[in-house]
Antibody
Framework: QVHFLQSGAEVKKPGASVKLSCKAS????????VHWVRQAPGQSLEWMGR????????VYSQKFQGRVTITRDTSANTVYMELSSLRSEDTSVYYC???????????????WGQGTMVIVSS | DIVMTQSPDSLAVSLGERATLNCKSS????????????LAWYQQKPRQPPKLLIY???TRESGVPDRFSGSGSGTDFTLTISSLQPEDVALYYC?????????FGQGTKVEIK
């Protein structure tokens, strides 16, 4: 069955970077776009960007352009999300999630990781 | 960016009664390519990731109880829970996947009256 295993919680100082991982299993990793979505405490969901694991193509939210990098390791069925120049407002749970249909950009997110808590504090 | 606005912010409904949640997008999410609305509804319970309930505005995800239904087109959408059950207490988010960046509504909290 489809499953995502995300890396553990992180505590970072302002200005630092964090790199989160999301290991996929149970499906053909190369065929499904993976997205990153974050959720600040008590807030709604915020889309950050996506990657096509098949060719590495990425699209980022303008809000995070220049600060976020999404990559993948196809040999490990793992997607990574690195966020730099962290500030307190980046304190959130970060989720990876898969689109529902293979080789399709415009489809909803049907499987989500359990989330990784990132706390940014001095 | 397409702004998604949900109403109400919270809703208290008696068990077995109907709950109606609304979602409005700042521009149409109806694709002229395939005539489908790129609108999804998710349910989120505390300390859990969102769960996909409805996509294409009205298609129920596999395994979702049929008391959940979605309707609407263009810019106005509704999620209806026909007979509220205790396990339906949660936050509900609408999301558009029509244009980048994908955007979510602020959420509607459903509680038992």
């Amino acid at each position: 069955q489809v499953h995502f295993l995300q890396s553990g919680a992180e505590v970072k100082k302002p200005g630092a970077s964090v790199k989160l991982s999301c290991k996929a299993s149970g499906y053909n990793f190369n065929n499904y776009i993976v997205h990153w979505v974050r959720q600040a405490p008590g807030q709604s969901l915020e889309w950050m960007g996506r990657i096509n694991p098949g060719n590495g193509d990425t699209v980022y939210s303008q809000k995070f352009q220049g600060r976020v990098t999404i990559t993948r390791d196809t040999s490990a069925n793992t997607v990574y999300m690195e966020l730099s120049s962290l500030r307190s407002e980046d304190t959130s749970v970060y989720y990876c999630a898969r689109v529902q249909k293979p080789l399709v950009f415009g489809a909803p997110l049907d499987f989500w990781g359990q989330g990784t808590m990132v706390i940014v504090s001095s | 960016d397409i702004v998604m606005t949900q109403s109400p912010d919270s809703l208290a409904v008696s068990l077995g009664e109907r709950a109606t949640l609304n979602c409005k997008s700042s521009q149409s999410v109806l694709s002229s390519f395939d005539n489908k609305n790129r609108l999804a509804w998710y349910q989120q319970k505390p300390r859990q990731p969102p769960k996909l309930l409805i996509y294409w505005a009205s298609t129920r995800e596999s395994g979702v109880p049929d008391r959940f239904s979605g309707s609407g087109s263009g810019t106005d959408f509704t999620l209806t829970i026909s007979s509220l059950q205790p396990e339906d207490v949660a936050l509900y988010y609408c999301q558009q996947y029509s244009g980048t960046p994908w955007t979510f509504g602020q959420g509607t909290k459903v509680e038992i009256k």
